[in-house]
Each structure stands twice: as structure tokens, then as C-alpha cells.
């Protein structure tokens, strides 16, 4: 069956310190990745995509992504967390033949200053 | 800022009620996708327009309906309201052309609806 997971409900980093992130797919076929960030009460901002190419993918605010086919997986990253990052973040796959996104769970990411 | 508006951003109603949420596109897009978000669902595809015809359906309850107008603008229709249908919608579009699944979904701020 198709899925995509967020294996970590919560992730704490201390500010300064390297943030993961991570998100792990099941599906047949190559799949469109793509991570979101919800702060409260706003809606989702897009942050990056995995499309083809270059495993590693820059995004906005100084976010970075992986994708590893041999591990199904796109775990966010960023070197060097702010407090300003804590937030919400979504992991999407757009499978083949699918018009949508079907979303992770979610990981609620909390910087400690 | 994403583009892409949603109004009313609030809306707070009685159960058996219907409700209609309204979503612009951004400039542009022809694609509409709605999601709803709760606690206990996650995230989830609703239904989604292309040029005014609907394209695909996800978890969409029979309760609800959806359309899109010669203007773009959609409008999700929620009926018979239950307590269980609170939660966040998010409406979001996507460039020019549909089926093209490597297109990122811009989203709107939501409409948060309270069913009582």
C-alpha cells in the first residue's frame, strides 16, 4: 500500500544545534515529495520539493532535504536551528496517477533557546 | 503571504446547519484542492477542481459539496453539520495545468469551523 510517515511526533533541538526532520514513503513507482510548515493559526507554507535529480533539495528558510531511495526516505534538515522554526511540519507525497497530496501526521518541532 | 484567500477565517455553528466556505485562487491557477484538517484525521484530501469540473474526490462526505466558478473562486458546501465535522479547511491551487503532479499546492489560511 502507498503511505508516507512522520515516524516522530515531537522533535526538540536546542538553537544553534542541526535539526531533523523525518519522513519516510511506501509507493510503486517514483513519487513527488514535498515538505510544509504550519505555524499557528496560519496555514500551510510550502518549503520544498523532490521532484527529480539532485537527491539533495534546498528549500526556503535555510531548509534542506534528502531523498534516499534505497531508505524511502526525505528527512528535512537544517544546519543550524532557530527558535523561530518551531512549528509544525508536514511531509507530502504526491503518488503517480494522483492528483493530490496525501500528508504525514506531522512533527511538532520545538527550538529550546 | 501564499496567494491564496479563504474566507470567512472563522465561522462558528449550530449542528444540522449548513455552512458555505469560499476560497480564491491564486492569480492564475486553475486548480483548486480542498483539505480538511483535524485532530483526530490528520490532514486529508477533500475534492478537487480543475477549470470549473471537478477532477478528483478524496475523503469527501456525501454531506459536503464543492464547486468552482467561471471566476476560479470555489466554494465547499458543509450540510446537515455534526459536531465531528469541526476542524481547519484549506483550500490550495496550482498552476496552469492539471495532472501535473510535480506542480506544488500553494494553500490558503484556512477556515476554522466549529460545529456546537
Known amino acids: 500500500a502507498q503511505s508516507v510517515a512522520q515516524p516522530e511526533d515531537q522533535v526538540n533541538v536546542a538553537e544553534g544545534n542541526p535539526l531533523t526532520v523525518k519522513c519516510t514513503y511506501s509507493v510503486s513507482g517514483n513519487p513527488y515529495l514535498f515538505w510544509y510548515v504550519q505555524y499557528p493559526n496560519r496555514g500551510l507554507q510550502f518549503l520544498l520539493k523532490?521532484?527529480?535529480?539532485?537527491?539533495l533539495v534546498k528549500g526556503s528558510y535555510g531548509f534542506e532535504a534528502e531523498f534516499n531511495k534505497s531508505q524511502t526516505s526525505f528527512h528535512l534538515k537544517k544546519p543550524s536551528a532557530l527558535v523561530s522554526d518551531s512549528a509544525l511540519y508536514f511531509c507530502?507525497?504526491?503518488?503517480?496517477?494522483?492528483?493530490?497530496?496525501?500528508f504525514g501526521t506531522g512533527t511538532r518541532l520545538t527550538v529550546i533557546p | 503571504d501564499s496567494g491564496v484567500t479563504q474566507t470567512p477565517k472563522h465561522l462558528i455553528t449550530a449542528t444540522g446547519q449548513r455552512v458555505t466556505l469560499r476560497c480564491s485562487p491564486r492569480s492564475g491557477d486553475l486548480s483548486v484542492y480542498w483539505y480538511q484538517q483535524s485532530l483526530d484525521q490528520g490532514l486529508q484530501f477533500l475534492i478537487q477542481?480543475?477549470?470549473?469540473?471537478?477532477?478528483a474526490k478524496g475523503n469527501i462526505l456525501e454531506r459536503f459539496s464543492a464547486q468552482q466558478f467561471p471566476d476560479l473562486h470555489s466554494e465547499l458546501n458543509l450540510s446537515s453539520l455534526e459536531l465531528g465535522d469541526s476542524a481547519l479547511y484549506f483550500c490550495?491551487?496550482?498552476?496552469?495545468?492539471?495532472?501535473?503532479?510535480?506542480?506544488?499546492?500553494?494553500f490558503g489560511p484556512g477556515t476554522r469551523l466549529l460545529v456546537l
Open positions: 523532490y521532484i527529480t535529480g539532485d537527491n
Open positions: 477542481y480543475y477549470n470549473g469540473e471537478e477532477r
Open positions: 490550495a491551487s496550482s498552476p496552469r495545468a492539471s495532472g501535473r503532479a510535480f506542480e506544488t499546492q500553494y
Open positions: 507530502a507525497v504526491r503518488f503517480p496517477g494522483a492528483n493530490n497530496l496525501f
